[in-house]
């Protein structure tokens, strides 16, 4: 049966702004209180969904979340009507009412884990929606990026749908940019490798010393559980505690997979020869393949810093249809020489990858998001891709009425003070009401409700 992997990219959202709320994320600390072109971030963002379609992909659009989150405001005592919470708010907290209006859902890839029908038991897609309980304005999303994700994959014959793990420390669970999938083609049985970056409940264990590891072993042990996944198909490995100190926030700032691909920095994982026969047994028990391609980055040749900097695994992998593969990645990668150099020897090289494409999504990149951090990754036979809410899948006429939609609806540039507006609250509610329905998502958002 024919299969193919959607790329379920996140509109960047009217309060786009750069508050510098994520520490260990050095691209987003480092810009802090600048200010931001929400308008060009979301058109950036259309752009590379628009280019990835007309190359023949398929490729989705995941809407926002509401912002600023007054609810969460509310929650925090503050009181009155909308224009009087958000000015006591700034007054009391502006990095407070910051996080209440930052638009991070952008980031697709921590919305959710995925797993396609053919790794678990009931064969059903598998969705998680992660809980992000390591920052405060990202653990405001999972409620919403449930309702949206239910909305898309309504069909309770072919998708399954689980709450978010426990609100806490030792469930920390950052979604997709912590799991990848190698496989033969999207629709045959795959193995999942769950990355994290601490023990939730044995604090004597490796773990970075200076920035936060987000993802635990337990919280990614439970994803494999709720969605009926085996040790035959499960991988847990831990990512390098000396790679988090040094500004890699999530495993896909290191390492990416596509189909029978691993991309990743040498420096990427503890016991890493051990990790690789273990993904070579079960990648082969699995497919009943050999043909499997590890392709593993020295230091020498890119130094973590420049990793870091330019995104270079933050990049997207994706397979056209002659075949071949094609790393979608931020103009960053080409203006440095090292990683520059680095691709151009890859494609070169007997790999499947032969081809480097270069976007330019610096508003996401500033921010602290290159291209992978823009998409979730969804595995789906030809079957289940019918039952996909269609209004979410990007057409030359959906992209157009989007773009229309971003012109009329944002602002060319947002600074912190902005923020207190409430006219920037009344643009924000108006542009998703019209937004969902466009995608024809029914009442997601609180306001609507």
Request: hydrophobic share 40%; charged share 15%.
């Amino acid at each position: 049966m024919k299969s193919f992997e959607v790329n379920f990219d996140g509109l960047v959202g009217p309060t786009h702004n750069y508050a510098g709320l994520s520490e260990g994320n050095v691209a987003s600390v480092s810009n802090a209180k600048n200010s931001s072109n929400p308008k060009e971030a979301a058109l950036q963002g259309l752009k590379k969904m628009k280019a990835l379609s007309d190359m023949g992909l398929q490729q989705g659009v995941f809407a926002p979340q509401e912002r600023p989150d007054i609810y969460a405001l509310k929650r925090l005592g503050f009181q009155g009507s909308d224009a009087q919470i958000l000015e006591a708010a700034y007054k009391a907290s502006p990095a407070l009412l910051a996080a209440c209006c930052s638009a991070s859902s952008m980031w697709t890839a921590n919305a959710a884990t995925v797993s396609p029908s053919a790794d678990t038991a009931n064969n059903k897609v598998h969705f998680t929606a992660a809980n992000l309980a390591n920052k405060f304005h990202r653990s405001l999303e999972p409620e919403t990026t449930s309702n949206i994700l239910k909305a898309m994959f309504s069909d309770t014959t072919h998708f399954e749908h689980h709450q978010h793990l426990n609100d806490n420390e030792h469930m920390g669970d950052e979604g997709a940019a912590n799991h990848t999938r190698l496989c033969e083609s999207y629709g045959d049985a795959g193995v999942e490798i769950f990355t994290f970056g601490r023990y939730g409940f044995n604090r004597n264990m490796p773990a970075p010393q200076k920035y936060p590891a987000r993802q635990t072993l337990e919280a990614s042990q439970a994803v494999a559980r709720l969605h009926g996944l085996t040790d035959d198909n499960a991988i847990f490995v831990q990512q390098n505690p000396d790679v988090i100190d040094q500004g890699v926030f999530h495993n896909d700032v290191i390492g990416v997979g596509n189909q029978n691909v691993l991309f990743y920095h040498e420096q990427a994982y503890l016991n890493t020869a051990a990790f690789k026969a273990e993904v070579t047994q079960k990648f082969q028990t699995a497919s009943n393949s050999n043909d499997l391609f590890f392709l593993e980055v020295p230091t020498n040749e890119v130094p973590i810093k420049d990793a870091v900097n330019t995104y270079l695994f933050n990049t997207q992998i994706v397979t056209l249809a002659d075949g071949s593969m094609t790393i979608i990645a931020p103009m960053h990668c080409r203006e440095n020489d090292n990683v520059h150099a680095y691709l151009q020897s890859l494609t070169a090289a007997n790999n499947p990858i032969n081809h480097v494409n270069y976007f330019d999504v610096n508003e996401s990149m500033k921010n602290g998001g290159g291209p992978a951090c823009l998409r979730l990754r969804v595995a789906l036979t030809q079957q289940e891709l019918q039952a996909v809410n269609p209004a979410c899948l990007l057409t030359d006429s959906l992209y157009n009425q989007l773009v229309g939609w971003v012109n009329k609806n944002y602002r060319d540039s947002l600074a912190l003070n902005d923020l207190r507006d409430p006219q920037l609250l009344l643009e924000s509610r108006s542009a998703l009401d019209e937004l969902s329905q466009i995608l024809a998502l029914g009442s997601v958002y609180r306001f609507q409700q």
